[in-house]
């Protein structure tokens, strides 16, 4: 068990609509990360947010949102979804920014786009 | 343009022996390795890590090399076992906050 939490486990929606990805980070880490995992490809960086700011940005669409909250949770956004948004998404904590930090993954969560 | 490449999608190994796990960038850039191991319906987990001032670290059973010249790191486990069977990432990250995956090495050790 990292210490990272990741809800829902399961998410199953339909084109066109919206959803939130929540992630708690393990005690004491400032930091979280969103990567996206299709079927046919590695992990993709999407944002970083470390103390409630956005830090870097990756391959993240326009359609998708984030934050990071006082409490250091994070929310992934995913508007106007589309079948290829279909991947596990996951999200991680460090305890710094710097790209030496080690990050700790939390277990993910499927979302199937119908 | 994949800036970090991991050829070799699956792996299958002796138990006892020496699995090498490869992963090649592009991006001169980046100056800290780290690689992750995945078991199913889980999310990766630490294993080991290399700054680009040094070419070898060690941990335990595994061992990480790094080629700055040829862009080139390996992941070095001696001696395997059955539960190190997982998919194994090289994750490549630089000082301008790139953080970049590859595509994963299915590693399965065999009894």
């Known amino acids: 068990d990292s210490g990272v939490t990741q809800t829902p486990k399961h998410l199953i929606t339909a084109t066109g609509q919206r959803v939130t990805l929540r992630c708690s980070p393990r005690s004491g880490d400032l930091s979280v990360y969103w990567y996206q995992q299709s079927l046919d490809q590695g992990l993709q960086f999407l944002i970083q947010y470390y103390n409630g700011e956005e830090r870097a940005k990756g391959n993240i669409l326009e359609r998708f949102s984030a934050q990071q909250f006082p409490d250091l949770h994070s929310e992934l956004n995913l508007s106007s979804l589309e079948l290829g948004d279909s991947a596990l998404y996951f999200c991680?904590?460090?305890?710094?920014?710097?790209?030496?930090?080690?990050?700790?993954f939390g277990p993910g969560t499927r979302l199937t786009v119908l | 343009d994949q800036q970090v490449k991991q050829n070799s999608p699956s792996l299958s190994v002796q138990e006892g022996r020496i699995s090498i796990l490869n992963c090649d960038y592009t991006n001169s850039m980046f100056d800290y390795f780290l690689w992750y191991k995945k078991y199913p319906a889980e999310g990766p987990t630490f294993l080991i890590s290399i700054s680009s001032i040094k070419d070898k670290n060690e941990d335990g059973r595994f061992t990480v090399f790094l080629n700055k010249s040829a862009k080139h790191l390996s992941l070095h486990i001696v001696p395997s076992q059955p539960g190190d069977s997982a998919v194994y990432f090289c994750?490549?990250?630089?000082?301008?906050?790139?953080?970049?995956f590859g595509s994963g090495t299915q590693l399965t050790v065999l009894p």
């Open positions: 991680a904590s460090s305890v710094l920014a710097v790209n030496t930090d080690t990050q700790y």
């Open positions: 994750l490549s990250s630089g000082s301008a906050r790139q953080l970049t």
